[in-house]
């Protein structure tokens, strides 16, 4: 068997990508449901822990990218925290009324954003383009033109960002970043998105012309250079998920390490 | 002409092209037919029509490309392979085994053959990857330009169609490509529309000469043309051989005295530029001097460019860079390789007046010189035009002309030739040289060496991010008698 050869060795990379993807949209379905404070809270535990040992990112670039989730996490925890609706107060200085209530639901949404987070960035950092799209073609069977168009487009996107580093030093030298002010910076975006877009129509057309060339369109049936597969990493991958998610439950159902077990409900 | 087979030519009769949104016919009634083994060059100037021809003639217009077209009769090869201009826009995967594999996917070869064909082609065009998994990012354009000739063989072609393959190659990539071709096409038909045509003359024996207008003037074996056409040639900006020696016979050129270049106008010391946190150019203690015309050589990657966008300050740097002149922003210009990308207004007419603007220049002088600058520089008639719509000479002459319509004294240029046919190259060469007259200093990154010999007086040689020599050239002479 041809298998993808990763430069990714964790061995959440080997995982089936449509399991891995359908699963973890399922984990979201999954939480939107839950109002259990305490579920919540050790699942997010649970699934930052799963994600330290399983994540493809190097440390550095792992700890910002947590860093910015949990910032995320307060941010959408805050609104509710602060202006949420509660009859128990325990803070209140003009529009700020923070009760119990507010406050449980608030640290549940942020958990919930956390969770997600956690999640993301499991699959994205142990998910490669190609091997996903071969999958999507493979056990989804979607039509092999939208997948390829998603491939090609991604080889766009470091040419993009080459090419922003240049159209930015070419506005420097021409003296376009020095004109200050509102229209000034209106022109700059509108100068930006010009180029940028007009090259990337371009390339995109004779990227797709290239491909007809090789005899893309022609064909219904193809053959696959990777074959993507079921293999033993996909029932350690569900296990793990099913027993965190079935884990959290039972420990909070034996343990409850808050009192708030339904955050919808209004008093305690 | 005697033919390999005696099957029927392929070729269309009585082509009728016409393009959206205009009104004229683009071909009217042109007829070109081709038998199997024939290699065919096809030349003309820039916007003639020779890759268009070559896009019917391979099916990509009408099927790909949707053109209306009318023929007579077209007989168009079910296997072909296409080989195009750029080298960026041609894969569709991020990996060189990806890629190829992606043409057998397409032809339901089955998967565990494969592997092997895979490595066959990158042999077939002699590209030595460590793995064949190797991201095509990594690859210099010459090599991607090979990965697309693989790619194309594994469409098992009769016919090769090459529509300007090396005009964004370097000579070393040129020159390796054409070895490529020349190896894998030995019993294949060969179509090729080029401008640099050194490395493929002795490899056609068909040439196919184009006007302005899309018409076919000549056709024929090479020699024939060659003889009779010479004129038309260098008419159209091609690349021929000995063009150089005809165009600047030795001895038109100015000989220059060592003793006028000596008072310096740039000096860096301890000088570094990086790319990211890498050191990508160093240098200890290094001077241009005032009226030099510095040509900057060296290898892709060797760090030409980051060399002349470090003395810019457009990366970061470290270390000393003393500018000898009254105002670094007004006396200091740069000109990028794509000219698209310093575009800044939407016409040709306030591209060329955006450096007075800026410069708070008044308005009638202003008008007195865009007016000279776009007559100047052959601009005049497309003034009202969008910068993106001229053609690739006029985008280059426009970005030229507007970083220097306000007089700086020291202008940078990476590889600003490149890309350009023979006739767009002479005039930017004789502007350049017209401005070093005038006391002009000119720094300039580029691949010819042609320019470095007939026009530059100094010539310095990159290799791995470090001078490794700093040569005058043969304009520079010790004049008798001036020392005494």
Not at chain 2, 191 to 200: A, F, P, Q
Not at chain 2, 231 to 238: A, F, P, T
Not at chain 2, 458 to 471: V, Y
Request: charged share 20%.
């Amino acid at each position: 068997m041809n298998s993808y050869l990763n430069p990714n060795q964790k061995w959440l990379a080997r995982v089936n990508p449509t399991l891995k993807f359908l699963t973890i949209a399922a984990i979201f379905m999954i939480y939107l449901f839950v109002h259990n404070f305490n579920v919540m809270l050790v699942s997010s535990f649970a699934f930052f822990i799963f994600y330290l040992f399983c994540n493809g990112f190097s440390r550095k670039l792992s700890f910002w990218l947590v860093t910015m989730t949990f910032i995320l996490s307060v941010f959408s925890a805050s609104a509710m925290v602060f202006f949420g609706k509660g009859t128990h107060m325990l803070f209140e200085w003009h529009f700020m009324t923070i009760s119990i209530e507010s406050m449980t639901r608030g640290l549940h949404l942020g958990l919930r954003t956390f969770v997600y987070g956690m999640l993301g960035l499991i699959f994205a950092s142990t998910t490669e383009p190609v091997p996903f799209f071969y999958s999507c073609m493979q056990q989804l069977r979607i039509p092999p033109k939208y997948a390829y168009s998603f491939l090609a487009a991604f080889r766009l996107i470091p040419i993009m960002i080459e090419e922003y580093r240049i159209i930015r030093a070419a506005m420097k030298v021409r003296g376009m970043s020095e004109e200050k002010g509102l229209l000034a910076f209106y022109r700059r975006v509108k100068r930006y998105a010009i180029i940028l877009l007009a090259q990337a129509i371009r390339r995109a057309q004779r990227i797709a012309v290239a491909m007809e060339a090789k005899q893309f369109s022609m064909v219904k049936k193809r053959t696959y250079y990777y074959k993507i597969g079921f293999s033993r990493y996909d029932l350690i991958f569900t296990t793990l998920i099913l027993f965190i998610i079935i884990g959290a439950w039972i420990f909070s159902s034996y343990v409850p390490l808050t009192p708030y077990n339904n955050v919808l409900e209004r008093s305690y | 002409m005697m033919s390999l087979t005696n099957s029927e030519p392929f070729g269309v009769t009585d082509l009728r092209l016409v393009f959206p949104k205009e009104k004229d016919l683009f071909f009217k009634d042109l007829t070109f037919q081709y038998h199997q083994g024939e290699k065919i060059l096809f030349l003309g100037p820039s916007g003639c029509g020779k890759s268009t021809l070559l896009q019917v003639l391979s099916g990509l217009i009408p099927n790909s490309i949707e053109i209306p077209i009318k023929t007579r009769e077209s007989r168009i090869p079910k296997r072909c392979g296409i080989i195009f201009q750029d080298p960026e826009t041609q894969f569709c995967m991020p990996y060189a085994d990806e890629e190829i594999a992606f043409v057998l996917e397409n032809q339901q070869v089955a998967q565990d053959d494969m592997e092997d064909m895979i490595d066959q082609y990158l042999t077939a065009v002699g590209l030595k990857l460590h793995h064949r998994h190797q991201l095509i990012s990594t690859l210099s354009g010459g090599m991607k330009q090979r990965l697309a000739v693989a790619s194309v063989l594994a469409l098992k072609p009769d016919i090769l169609f090459l529509d300007e393959p090396t005009a964004l190659l370097d000579p070393k990539g040129t020159e390796d490509l054409w070895k490529t071709v020349q190896t894998v096409s030995k019993d294949k038909t060969l179509i090729i529309v080029e401008h640099k045509i050194d490395h493929v003359i002795d490899y056609v024996d068909r040439i196919v000469l184009f006007n302005f207008n899309g018409q076919i003037i000549a056709d024929g074996p090479k020699e024939m043309i060659f003889n009779q056409y010479r004129s038309e040639l260098r008419q159209y900006g091609i690349w021929y051989p000995g063009i150089w020696e005809e165009t600047f016979p030795d001895g038109e050129i100015l000989k220059l005295p060592q003793e006028f270049l000596t008072e310096p106008c740039l000096i860096l010391k301890d000088f570094k530029a990086y790319r990211g946190k890498q050191v990508k150019f160093e240098v200890s203690q290094f001077q241009i001097n005032k009226g030099e015309w510095v040509a900057i050589v060296g290898e892709n990657g060797a760090g030409k460019s980051t060399f002349i966008e470090g003395i810019m300050d457009l990366i970061k740097t470290k270390g000393d860079r003393v500018w000898k002149v009254k105002n670094e922003k007004n006396d200091v210009s740069f000109v990028f390789q794509n000219p698209e990308y310093q575009f800044v207004t939407d016409s040709v007419e306030e591209e060329m007046a955006f450096g007075l603007v800026i410069r708070g220049v008044k308005e009638e002088e202003i008008q007195l010189k865009v007016n000279e600058a776009l007559r100047l520089f052959n601009l005049d008639h497309v003034r009202h035009l969008h910068p993106f719509q001229l053609s690739i000479g006029q985008k280059r002459r426009l970005s030229v002309a507007s970083s220097i319509i306000h007089k700086p004294s020291i202008i940078l240029l990476d590889e600003p030739t490149f890309g350009q046919d023979a006739r767009n190259t002479f005039s930017l060469l004789r502007q350049f040289e017209r401005m070093r007259e005038e006391g002009t200093t000119l720094i300039m990154v580029t691949h010819e060496e042609e320019i470095v010999h007939r026009f530059a007086t100094r010539e310095i040689m990159i290799h791995n991010g470090q001078i490794k020599s700093d040569e005058r050239t043969k304009r520079v002479v010790q004049l008798e008698g001036v020392n005494t």
